[in-house]
């Protein structure tokens, strides 16, 4: 079955910029994305990536995919304190259903 | 905006007893789903539904748990006989048609607490 993996925990200063990885092993994921969950909150789509883009931009998020490694990254630039939270990596393969990573906690630090 | 309702945010239970969570999608969403996150741990995908019947399910999905949308409005996961093991957050999500780009959004969650 599908493997999502990502880093547990991520700590980084206020202004600094994060990066959020991601591994998995179905090469067959069409669309990938990032979702933001804070506390007691629900699944927030912060962006995604086709799996035929290298890169894609939206503001201070920056997603890269390497599809040789299966690879997925997101960076946050300038990061703030409004960005602690945790942060899924998910595919859908095909149809609708979501495979979710084990989620990275993000921590920004004054 | 447009968001997820789900009802109730908390509900503890009694292993055996049967409850069913409440979600109201987004209204000219056609596509609903529900998932799990135990404690811990990634959120797991359960059931889609569309055009009235299920259109996929995982294997956690089995014949304790159903899915239904009673009205217009609702659409419903019922837990026939609860187990510890159910205790989780379970999230309902709707989108408005299928493939990549038809976005999931998400409702807050209900945990479940079994006892």
């Known amino acids: 079955g599908e493997d999502v993996e990502q880093s547990l925990f991520l700590s980084v200063r206020e202004g600094d910029s994060s990066v959020i990885n991601c591994t998995y092993t179905d090469s067959s994921s069409t669309y990938l994305y990032w979702y933001k969950q804070e506390p007691g909150a629900g699944l927030q789509l912060l962006t995604y990536i086709f799996s035929n883009m290298d890169m894609k931009q939206d503001q201070r998020l920056t997603v890269l995919l390497n599809k040789k490694d299966k690879h997925l990254s997101l960076r946050i630039a300038d990061t703030q304190t409004g960005d602690s939270a945790i942060y899924f990596c998910a595919f859908t393969g095909g149809g609708n259903k979501l495979t979710f990573g084990t989620g990275t906690q993000l921590k920004v630090e004054l | 905006e447009p968001e997820v309702t789900q009802t109730p945010s908390h509900q503890v239970t009694q292993m055996g007893q049967e409850v069913i969570l409440r979600c109201v999608p987004i209204?000219?969403?056609?596509?609903f789903y529900w998932y799990r996150q135990i404690l811990g741990q990634k959120v797991e995908f359960l059931v889609s539904f569309y055009n009235n019947e299920i259109s996929e399910k995982s294997e956690i999905f089995d014949d304790q748990f159903s899915v239904e949308r009673p009205d217009g409005s609702n659409f419903t996961l019922k837990i026939r006989s609860t187990k510890l093991e159910d205790s989780a957050m379970y999230f309902c999500?709707?989108?408005?048609?299928?493939?990549?780009?038809?976005?999931?959004?998400f409702g807050p969650g209900t945990r479940l607490t079994v006892l």
């Open positions: 999500a709707s989108s408005e048609g299928q493939g990549g780009t038809d976005t999931q959004y």
């Open positions: 209204s000219n969403h056609l596509y």
